[in-house]
């Protein structure tokens, strides 16, 4: 009969705490935007607009972001930024993030531009969105297609 109770109490503490949790909708994240920042040396530097949609009912408060950024599948650039804010209840922001291109990356891609397709790129960001105070962080992992910018016919002579 204890074991039981025992059993019974174990199950209630298991379940009220996965309650307690949440299961949380996934964060969705999406490419926004992309501008050039003035870079050091052989890499590159980019600021990342991020587009970072909240499907849940309650609030997320973040407090740092970082994220890793793949092109066609090979790595291209990473970044981290200490911004904190709030995304609403159903509701979404966009945050900008710093990223850095190593000149090895840069070369991978240039090549791989030179023999395929020079207007489009499949994308895949995975990163985590920091938690703020008591809150544990949010990870996040997202693909797309971006439009690469074109280059006029003269400039490529």
Same mark, same amino acid.
């Given at each position: #009969?204890? =074991?039981r109770?025992?059993?019974i109490?174990?199950l209630?503490?298991?379940?009220?705490g996965?309650? &307690?949790?949440?299961?949380r909708e +996934?964060? =969705?994240?999406? &490419?926004?935007?992309?501008e $050039?920042? %003035?870079g050091?040396? #052989? %890499?590159a530097r980019?600021a990342?607009?991020?587009r970072?949609q909240n499907?849940?009912d309650? $609030?997320i408060?973040?407090?740092?972001?970082a994220?890793?950024?793949d092109l066609r599948?090979?790595g291209?650039a990473?970044?981290?930024?200490?911004?904190g804010g709030?995304? +609403?209840r159903f509701? %979404?922001?966009?945050?900008?993030v710093?990223?850095? &291109? $190593?000149?090895?990356?840069?070369? =991978?891609?240039?090549?791989?531009?030179a023999?395929?397709?020079?207007t489009k790129?499949?994308y =895949?960001?995975r990163?985590k969105l920091? !938690?703020?105070?008591?809150?544990? !962080?949010?990870?996040?992992?997202?693909q797309g297609e971006?439009t690469?910018p074109?280059? $006029?016919?003269e400039k490529m002579d």
């Amino acid at each position: #009969m204890k =074991r039981r109770i025992l059993l019974i109490l174990t199950l209630a503490v298991i379940l009220s705490g996965c309650a &307690v949790l949440g299961l949380r909708e +996934p964060l =969705r994240v999406a &490419v926004a935007g992309i501008e $050039p920042l %003035e870079g050091k040396g #052989m %890499e590159a530097r980019f600021a990342v607009h991020l587009r970072i949609q909240n499907h849940d009912d309650k $609030p997320i408060n973040y407090d740092g972001i970082a994220l890793d950024l793949d092109l066609r599948g090979t790595g291209f650039a990473s970044g981290v930024s200490n911004q904190g804010g709030t995304i +609403p209840r159903f509701g %979404e922001t966009i945050i900008t993030v710093p990223v850095t &291109v $190593p000149a090895t990356a840069i070369l =991978r891609h240039a090549f791989g531009l030179a023999t395929g397709d020079r207007t489009k790129a499949d994308y =895949r960001l995975r990163g985590k969105l920091g !938690g703020q105070g008591l809150a544990i !962080g949010r990870q996040f992992d997202s693909q797309g297609e971006i439009t690469l910018p074109t280059i $006029p016919p003269e400039k490529m002579d």
